[in-house]
């Protein structure tokens, strides 16, 4: 069936660092969204990329969205301790049924 | 706007017990979603609705059970409780199923 992978799993940062997490999708996907739960909480909507090669920044996030609508990223610039969570993507397939299908998420902590 | 309510936020059941999870929202949202999120894990989809009266299964239906006769509310009923259902349930809605998802805060459920 279709699947979203993400990675990496985990990932351990110095504040400052930069950070990234990866969406792979095994078909083409119609818009991409991304989430961030932070620790004890409840998934939180970030953005939605809907356009082949499309670029949004929010302050230090950029995401990515890939030319064949397949891929996607989150990258942070320059981390703080308030970027510690699990992000996690979900894609949308092309198809009718349109059901969001999520990654696994990666978990981010920040050690400051 | 409340937005999308949860009740309750803990409980412990014993095997073989039933509960109803009870999930509201005040956003006028056509769908409504229910998820279960394992401890370190992704969100798996329950069941789901896209209007008053209208149900469908998502990936891990079993051992559940839903209803929706209102737009606002969309309880998710477990009958016979068993230790693999031990897990953390989201409820969430969306204008349209292309759209951002809104989450309530969860319930933590233990079945021993």
């Known amino acids: 069936g279709q699947q979203v992978m993400q990675i990496p799993q985990y990932q351990h940062v110095q504040e400052g660092e930069d950070f990234t997490t990866y969406c792979n999708s095994s078909t083409t996907l119609s818009n991409i969204q991304w989430y961030k739960q932070r620790p004890g909480g409840h998934p939180v909507f970030l953005i939605q990329?809907?356009?082949s090669g499309e670029v949004k920044k929010q302050k230090r996030l950029t995401f990515q969205f890939g030319e064949a609508k397949k891929n996607s990223s989150l990258h942070i610039t320059a981390t703080q301790t308030t970027d510690v969570g699990t992000y996690f993507c979900?894609?949308?397939?092309?198809?009718?049924?349109?059901?969001?299908?999520w990654g696994l998420g990666t978990s981010l902590a920040v050690n400051p | 706007n409340a937005g999308v309510t949860q009740t309750p936020k803990f409980r412990i059941l014993k095997i073989g017990q039933s509960m109803t999870l009870q999930c509201t929202q005040d956003?006028?949202?056509?769908?409504m979603y229910w998820y279960r999120q394992d401890p370190g894990m992704g969100l798996k989809l329950i069941y789901y609705s896209v209007g008053a009266g209208i149900t469908d299964k998502g990936e891990v239906p079993n051992g559940y059970n839903v209803s929706r006769s209102t737009t606002e509310d969309f309880p998710l009923r477990l009958e016979l409780a068993a230790p693999s259902q031990t897990s953390v349930y989201f409820c969430?809605?969306?204008?349209?199923?292309?759209?951002?998802?809104?989450f309530g805060p969860g319930t933590r459920l233990t079945v021993t």
């Open positions: 990329l809907v356009k």
């Open positions: 979900a894609g949308q397939n092309a198809g009718n049924n349109r059901k969001l299908i």
């Open positions: 956003m006028n949202h056509n769908y």
């Open positions: 969430a809605s969306s204008y349209v199923q292309t759209y951002e998802q809104y």
